[in-house]
């Protein structure tokens, strides 16, 4: 099986790590608040351009209006 997505920028990769990691360490998946403040990044917005982006290029899924649904593929 190939995987026919867009490769992740290193950040992005470093994102889809963050919330595997998180979700392993937790029992439930970290929230934008709690990935910007783990990944060093200020705004929280810059957390979610990534998560839209990679969700586009489907790495990441998520309920919209859902707390902590946010899950790597």
Same mark, same amino acid.
């Not at 963050?18 to 990691?21: K, P, Y």
């Not at 990944?39 to 929280?44: A, N």
């Given at each position: 099986?190939t995987?026919?997505? *867009?490769p992740?920028t @290193?950040?992005q990769?470093a994102?889809v790590r963050?919330?595997?990691?998180l979700t392993?360490?937790q029992?439930? *998946?970290?929230?934008?608040?709690e990935?910007?403040? !783990?990944?060093?990044?200020?705004?929280?917005?810059g957390?979610?351009?990534?998560l839209?982006?990679?969700?586009? @290029?489907g790495?990441?899924?998520?309920?919209e209006? !859902?707390t902590?649904t946010?899950?790597?593929?």
């Open positions: 099986m995987d026919d997505r *867009p992740p @290193k950040r990769a994102v963050t919330i595997v990691a392993a360490q029992g439930y *998946p970290p929230t934008i608040r990935l910007a403040a !783990k990944m060093g990044i200020s705004s929280p917005n957390v979610a351009c990534h839209r982006a990679l969700r586009q @290029k790495y990441v899924v998520w309920v209006g !859902k902590r946010l899950r790597a593929r």
